[in-house]
């Protein structure tokens, strides 16, 4: 479960999700949205937006201001919307001068829409900086070190295996992964999490206002590295699991191989 928070940690801080800001000092009712946001190469939280005189935070000039970000992120379901998770932390905003931009944006690992959106007329880039994230998710509230979400040695430096998997562009990839799965496999999976199996963790069931669109369904909240997360309608109850995977998956091919060790291991059987 430590392993699943990081991963949905990371990935949201490396671009998933719609981020906002609220610079609680100077304007506190007023939220920066307009923004692309994601990790570079050293770890840093970055930033970018286009200037806006109706929104103070971006056209702040004075040095670091304090923040606070968040970022929320909704199932990758196309019939439904279900908010899958979300991170805030409270941090410090500092708008990067010109001389400063340049240096940035050659950092490979840099989103292009970032670069894009910095480079345009009265963009702005910026790093966030933080000490802590909390998670919010169907577990409940996660608090967790930046470092360690945004994969820090203590000595400083990204560590270049932590990487976010999947990335914004890979996500309805390793959605469709999901969709090959029927309904029986799936329904299979929470039947052996809810009846003990090791590999599933129930993380809510709660009374929901159904309709005839979701009863009896099978929605996928998310799917990365770590594992798959499920939810179920069922008698006006929603139920959310998340199902293990033995190892990690770093890229689509070894995560349709997990999918397919998750199924045989929950003695799930395709059918037609």
């Known amino acids: 479960m430590r392993a699943r928070s990081v ?12 981020a906002a800001l609220v610079a609680y000092d100077l304007e506190p009712l007023i939220e920066a949205r307009a923004l692309c946001h ?6 840093d939280l970055v930033v970018a937006c286009l200037a806006d005189d109706a929104v103070p935070t971006t056209t702040w000039a004075d040095g670091a201001l304090r923040v606070r970000l968040d970022i929320v992120k909704e199932a990758p379901e196309s019939a ?14 500092e708008w990067l001068s010109a001389d400063d ?17 910095a480079t345009m007329v009265g963009g702005r880039l910026g790093i966030v900086r933080s000490d802590r994230v909390l998670l919010h998710d169907s577990a ?11 994969g820090l040695h203590p000595a400083g430096g990204a560590q270049w295996g932590c990487r976010s998997f999947p990335d914004v562009e890979q996500e309805w990839d390793a959605r469709d992964l999901v969709g090959r799965l029927s309904k029986s496999q799936l329904t299979g999976l929470l039947t052996a999490a809810a009846a003990g199996w090791d590999a599933g963790v129930k993380l809510s069931s709660r009374a929901e206002v159904t309709c005839s ?5 099978v929605f996928c909240v998310d799917i990365d590295r770590t594992g798959l997360t499920l939810m179920a309608v069922t008698l006006g109850r929603a139920s959310v699991h998340f199902l293990a995977f033995d190892e990690p998956a770093d890229a689509l091919d070894e ?3 997990r999918l397919g060790q998750l199924v045989a291991a ?3 059987q395709p059918t037609e």
């Open 7 to 18: 991963s949905l940690a990371r990935r949201l801080l490396s671009g998933a999700g719609r």
């Open 38 to 43: 994601g990790m570079s190469a050293t770890g």
């Open 80 to 93: 439904v919307r279900i908010t899958a998770c979300a991170v805030h932390l409270l941090g410090t905003l």
């Open 101 to 117: 931009l340049e240096d940035h944006l050659a950092d490979a690992e840099l989103d292009p829409r970032i670069t894009e959106l």
């Open 140 to 150: 409940g509230v996660s608090p967790l070190p930046f470092g360690e979400v945004a």
């Open 213 to 217: 669109h979701t009863e009896g369904r």
């Open 255 to 257: 995560l349709a191989d």
């Open 266 to 268: 929950g003695s799930v």
